[in-house]
């Protein structure tokens, strides 16, 4: 439970919403093995252990530890997805829909390697998964993130739209062309909750008694509190930055947009890092994800200014 946690798996909030620590909501996923039709007999266990092992005696201790790992698995996953159910039906039709592509695809493939399950592009006579990997790394959450609001289009099926992420990948010949399942969730979730929090709360943002001033300020607010949402979801819940750089990132993109919004244009972006932060020399570690955060903004600025 606590490598699902730890790996970001652990169906996002569930532990949070139903009010359980990690130990009790391990117990509770297990409970259904232990139930018993008599005192002292668990027909979980029998049922899986006799239709597994019709000759249990003669079965090696390693094989019934190995059979019986894979049952509690199943049972875990298979009582999170009832919780996650629960707590969070949106999130869990979006998994689903993502379970479903590559019955729905033909050119889509999901596979298990390891402890984590894949999706990816079928190519005759590849092996899985080497020709997928050659010795390159798992695409990075931010990096695929990137990619999802580059490209998202809410008319396309879910199917198609995953099939164009891993074409996008595997024409960047820098990650394996292979992508977790799980983090193409966690990515939907989080460009899909930003689009609808902006769908939600963008109504007409000025009035016609606001100067050009008044105007400038509304918009340039109205963007950062989107922005801030953004890299805390982003970058701060996960860990990638803290605090003190959660407050640079916020005032280097204010300033970036403030310019952007009054003048039209703006200075390159190391030198908004070089005043804000003369003393940090770390901005290419900064760069892709302020690049991101300003592609994002620009966007979003656009459909603003269509609001005004």
């Not at 006799?50 to 298979?78: H, M, W, Y």
């Not at 050659?134 to 695409?139: G, Q, T």
């Not at 990137?146 to 595997?170: A, G, M, S």
């Not at 892709?288 to 609001?307: A, F, N, P, Q």
Request: proline share 4%; with cysteine.
């Amino acid at each position: 439970m606590r490598v699902k946690k730890n790996r970001g798996k652990l169906y996002f909030n569930i532990e949070s919403d139903v009010g359980k620590d990690l130990e009790d909501l391990a117990t509770d996923c297990i409970m259904p093995l232990f139930e018993q039709d008599q005192p002292r007999c668990f027909i979980q266990f029998q049922t899986f252990f006799k239709s597994r092992f019709p000759n249990l005696q003669e079965t090696s201790e390693a094989d019934l530890f190995l059979a019986l790992k894979g049952l509690i698995l199943s049972c875990v996953d298979q009582e999170l997805a009832r919780y996650f159910k629960q707590v969070d039906m949106e999130g869990f039709r979006l998994y689903r829909n993502i379970s479903l592509a590559s019955e729905r695809n033909k050119s889509l493939y999901e596979r298990s390697w390891g402890n984590e399950t894949y999706l990816y592009l079928f190519h005759p006579g590849w092996m899985f998964p080497s020709d997928y990997v050659k010795k390159r790394p798992m695409i990075y959450f931010d990096d695929l993130i990137q990619i999802l609001y580059k490209n998202i289009r809410f008319h396309q099926d879910f199917p198609h739209y995953i099939q164009e992420i891993l074409v996008e990948i595997e024409r960047k010949e820098i990650y394996a062309m292979m992508v977790e399942k799980s983090l193409v969730h966690q990515a939907f979730r989080k460009v899909l909750s930003l689009n609808l929090r902006t769908e939600i709360t963008d109504h007409v943002l000025v009035a016609e008694e606001h100067s050009p001033e008044e105007r400038r300020d509304i918009l340039i607010n109205h963007l950062m509190m989107i922005l801030k949402d953004a890299i805390v979801e982003t970058y701060y819940r996960r860990g990638k930055i803290d605090d003190s750089m959660k407050t640079n990132y916020q005032i280097i993109l204010k300033h970036y947009f403030s310019d952007l919004i009054q003048d039209g244009h703006t200075e390159a972006l190391p030198e908004y890092w070089n005043t804000i932060i003369p003393r940090e020399n770390t901005f290419p570690h900064h760069k892709s994800r302020l690049e991101y955060l300003i592609r994002l903004g620009r966007e979003k600025m656009r459909e603003l200014y269509k609001k005004i």
